[in-house]
């Protein structure tokens, strides 16, 4: 059941974002057809994403107004589509209904790839009633959508820090979970417990990926990695929490693809996998390895550690390997050289 | 116990053969050799080259008297079963009425019969399909083995000869054959060890429920030592796509191959997966190898043999 497009297409929420273009170029590599739902929230800057949606345009060969078109929320509702575009882009917002109701009727959608939030922890603890709309209620809204229109998969990408604090490491998919440290982890349970119980319900067969801080080229700019690289490459103080010897999983993203394209291909009917590199780096070395690959000093600022922060993320990647011959290849080294090269390439001036 | 396996010298039915013989069982083999090898009979099974649907079958029960039936012989080439609907009929009901006939002539307790989830759902109203599932096959051979089912129940309840089934979803493993119904395993592993070039058919994006060999073989035995008459999917309710199976054997097999697609198969089921959970909680069954580990296991047999 296509639209002509080449298939069921898969719905990417969060596509103008870090993850999601990434995932939607890998995609449109693979000939499958894509429609991406993003508000383009002003969380960072609309222009990044709307640079990382110029990226994919360009990088997968596609003409705007041909194969490719994009939408905002109230052209789509006002009129059913149909079209055999391979790149869709809906301007909405996950917590409007009829947005996404009128997406699912326009298309036939296959599985969704949930990568819409509101992310960052430090954020969720100023406002933590917008992280549970967005997250929580944004979430059940698009289970429930895909309930009445008959989309049975999902992809959800959840995240380390539903590990909270003091468990030993490495951490196993079937380590207690029920002690997020902040109102961001604790979103991202809930949504896997909502997964959990429409996966039971209505045979959903859905995936939950449990992601170890992603970094790369479009990394979001308030993420440590790319926050470093900025202050260090001006010149401005690097703040340092604590005593730096807060331990970190970083995950590069093409090794995050690759477990997600997997996990694409493979239905399972209710799975949890942790996506890590399963290697720890301090943030001191962290900060150690940026100034290597920028050439320059940091100055740094000693901070007390931060409320909601884990202490340590350290994935235990055996179930991924089993399910998914999840191999990650890239250390942390080779990601940072990677990731100082592309926002060389990408800073204005 | 004295078991008969019809198919013993199969792909499925040898493994099998192989765990009730390690097992302390004693063995007796039927297998006419159409698709079969000899060698893969275990020496410590006695075999019969023997037609199911043969008159022969009689001298066998007469001489042996097996307490249990396990029946795995079958015509089991889908698109033969299309283009022959008659010899796929004669095969599988015609020996399947043969076998229960002697079984009752002959006191045999029970029969366990390899049937098929695949077959018989056919394009599913859900996923995974359990048990309950509305039965409505596409292909002769979905019809014969649904057929089959009901051939059982009419043995157990009015001639008193106990029966369970397995419904097994696609079965892959060492030994496998490249026309049976996980045939795809076969004929990629053994294309890409060869460095031919596989073609996938239509946009590869069909899926299947895969389970290993091992795994079923585990099931039978549960069942076998659990006396209790019911229908179970043996299965692991996880659908992969060609694509995802084309990709793995491709990095195990360390071929250099793309993705080539060719025109669809018409008829071709689109999705399969079936639920286990009803084996998972009477039989204590589940099944533990994941797709990738198990076409390692597949692959290296095919290395194997390809060298030989």
Not at chain 1, 3 to 27: K, N, P, Y
Not at chain 1, 215 to 237: C, N, V, W
Not at chain 2, 207 to 227: G, H, K, L, S, W
Not at chain 2, 289 to 298: D, F, N, Q, V
């Amino acid at each position: 059941m296509d639209d002509g497009a080449g298939g069921q297409r898969v719905l990417v929420t969060g596509g103008a974002g870090f993850i999601g273009s990434h995932l939607v170029e890998r995609l449109l590599k693979r000939r499958r057809p894509v429609v991406i739902l993003d508000s383009f929230d002003p969380f960072y800057a609309p222009s990044i994403k709307w640079q990382n949606i110029d990226e994919i345009a360009a990088q997968s060969g596609l003409r705007r107004g041909e194969d490719f078109l994009s939408f905002d929320s109230e052209a789509l509702t006002k009129r059913p589509l149909c079209t055999t575009a391979r790149l869709v882009l809906v301007v909405g917002d996950l917590r409007d209904r009829k947005t996404l109701d009128a997406i699912f009727a326009s298309f036939p959608i296959g599985i969704v790839f949930h990568g819409a939030a509101r992310a960052g922890v430090r954020p969720s603890l100023a406002d933590p009633l917008l992280y549970e709309e967005v997250n929580v209620r944004g979430t059940l809204l698009l289970l429930e959508a895909m309930r009445c229109h008959d989309v049975r998969r999902m992809l959800f990408a959840s995240s380390s820090s539903v590990y909270g604090g003091g468990l030993r490491p490495p951490f196993r998919e079937e380590d207690p979970t029920d002690r997020p440290l902040s109102p961001y982890a604790a979103t991202k349970k809930a949504c896997e417990l909502l997964c959990a119980s429409y996966h039971h319900l209505y045979r959903m067969q859905i995936t939950v990926l449990r992601f170890f801080t992603v970094y790369g080229p479009r990394q979001r700019p308030e993420m440590a990695i790319h926050k470093f690289t900025r202050l260090i490459d001006e010149g401005s103080p690097v703040p340092l929490f604590g005593d730096g010897s807060s331990l970190r999983d970083y995950t590069y993203i093409d090794d995050i693809l690759h477990g997600v394209m997997a996990a694409m291909e493979t239905a399972f009917p209710f799975e949890v996998i942790n996506l890590g590199e399963s290697q720890t780096v301090s943030l001191k070395r962290l900060i150690e390895l940026i100034s290597e690959a920028l050439g320059k000093d940091p100055r740094i600022e000693s901070l007390p550690m931060q409320s909601g922060d884990v202490p340590l993320t350290h994935a235990d990647i055996s179930r991924a390997r089993r399910l998914l011959g999840y191999v990650p290849q890239t250390q942390i080294e080779e990601g940072i050289r990677r990731f100082v090269e592309w926002y060389r390439h990408r800073k204005p001036g | 116990m004295k078991v008969l396996v019809t198919g013993g010298a199969g792909f499925i039915g040898s493994h099998l053969v192989d765990r009730l013989v390690q097992e302390g069982h004693e063995v007796v083999v039927v297998d006419n050799l159409s698709t079969g090898k000899r060698k893969n009979v275990d020496k410590r099974a006695r075999f019969y080259k023997v037609d199911i649907t043969s008159a022969r079958l009689d001298r066998v029960f007469k001489k042996e008297k097996p307490e249990l039936i396990s029946h795995h012989a079958a015509q089991m080439d889908v698109r033969k079963s299309v283009s022959d609907p008659a010899f796929d009929a004669r095969v599988n009901l015609l020996g399947l009425i043969n076998i229960l006939e002697n079984a009752v002539k002959y006191g045999t307790r029970r029969v366990v019969f390899a049937s098929s989830g695949g077959a018989i759902y056919g394009e599913q109203n859900f996923y995974p399909a359990t048990e309950e599932h509305p039965t409505h096959p596409l292909s002769p051979y979905g019809v014969s083995k649904l057929s089959s089912e009901h051939y059982l129940y009419y043995y157990q309840k009015v001639m008193g000869l106990d029966s369970a089934i397995l419904r097994y979803s696609n079965v892959y493993g060492p030994r496998q054959d490249p026309f049976g119904e996980a045939g795809v395993v076969a004929i990629f592993t053994k294309k890409l060890l060869q460095g031919e070039q596989p073609i996938i058919n239509g946009n590869g994006m069909q899926t299947r429920d895969y389970v290993f060999v091992e795994d079923v073989v585990e099931a039978n035995m549960a069942v076998i030592n659990n006396p209790i008459n019911d229908t179970f999917n043996i299965a692991t309710a996880v659908e992969s796509s060609v694509n995802q199976l084309f990709r793995y054997l491709v990095d195990i097999t360390g071929a250099q191959a793309r993705e080539i697609y060719g025109p669809e198969k018409k008829g071709e089921q689109i999705r399969s997966c079936l639920d286990y959970q009803k084996a998972h909680k009477v039989l204590e069954w589940e099944p533990k190898t994941p797709l990738l580990e198990g076409l390692k296991k597949t692959s290296e047999y095919f290395r194997e043999e390809l060298k030989a």
